[in-house]
């Protein structure tokens, strides 16, 4: 992965290796909160927000299940862009309602020790999302499949961290423009496959896939003509 582009005031450094960045945030919680609007644009219309001065930020989650029948799905992975910009985060996160399965693997994959690991509080990560989200005067989150997502990360951060912006699910407008308003609509991986789009990565993995909603967008924004727009994927 990249280096993170660091957002912060402040000069202290912050933890770093090729997998996670950590900052111990700073976020005024007293913010009003507004409810998170949404839109399911036509694709025409999708490509003017993306050639808007507006910044949309493309976010992805991954989860673990909690050891607490209480607490149900909780973010294991967050990571997002904001799409036409350098700007882009991947967090890990650490909870002791991990199995310990969970925090080993964790452990393994990051290569940071037990203390370390213990500072990447879902709380830290969200609140530094919320920054980044006020830094970057964030119009829009553009994600596939959300419906979950923004829920999880409401109920987690306790205060609205995307107040003032309008959420947009890819997956929504391929239901509503190309599937006659079906149910379902094809699974990331499967969407990248009819736009052909390949992954260099692997899917489910929160930041491979902002990367590769990323290229979606990318499509949508600069390579469709009108006609493609309309029916994009035949």
Request: charged fraction near 25%; glycine fraction near 2%; include cysteine.
């Amino acid at each position: 992965m990249s280096k993170s582009t660091n957002l912060t005031k402040n000069k202290k450094s912050p933890i770093k290796n090729d997998k996670i960045i950590y900052e111990k945030p700073k976020l005024n919680i007293s913010t009003p909160i507004n409810e998170m609007k949404t839109l399911t644009p036509t694709f025409q219309e999708l490509s003017k927000i993306l050639n808007s001065k507006n910044n949309c930020l493309i976010l992805d989650l991954e989860f673990f299940v909690s050891n607490n029948p209480n607490n149900g799905r909780r973010p294991r992975q967050i990571a997002g862009k904001v799409f036409n910009t350098p700007v882009h985060f991947n967090y890990i996160t650490f909870s002791g309602d991990m199995t310990e399965h969970d925090q080993m693997q964790l452990l393994k994959d990051t290569d940071l020790r037990y203390s370390e690991a213990t500072k990447l509080k879902i709380k830290s990560v969200l609140s530094r999302i919320g920054k980044i989200v006020k830094d970057q005067s964030v119009k829009y989150i553009i994600s596939y499949d959300n419906h979950l997502d923004f829920k999880t990360i409401k109920d987690e951060s306790k205060f609205d961290i995307f107040n003032n912006t309008t959420a947009i699910d890819l997956s929504k407008i391929l239901r509503e423009n190309l599937f006659d308003h079906s149910s379902q609509a094809p699974s990331l991986e499967n969407f990248c496959k009819l736009l052909n789009l390949q992954n260099a990565d692997k899917y489910h993995d929160a930041y491979s896939d902002v990367l590769m909603i990323d290229r979606i967008c990318q499509r949508y924004a600069y390579d469709l003509n009108e006609s493609d727009m309309i029916s994009p994927l035949f």
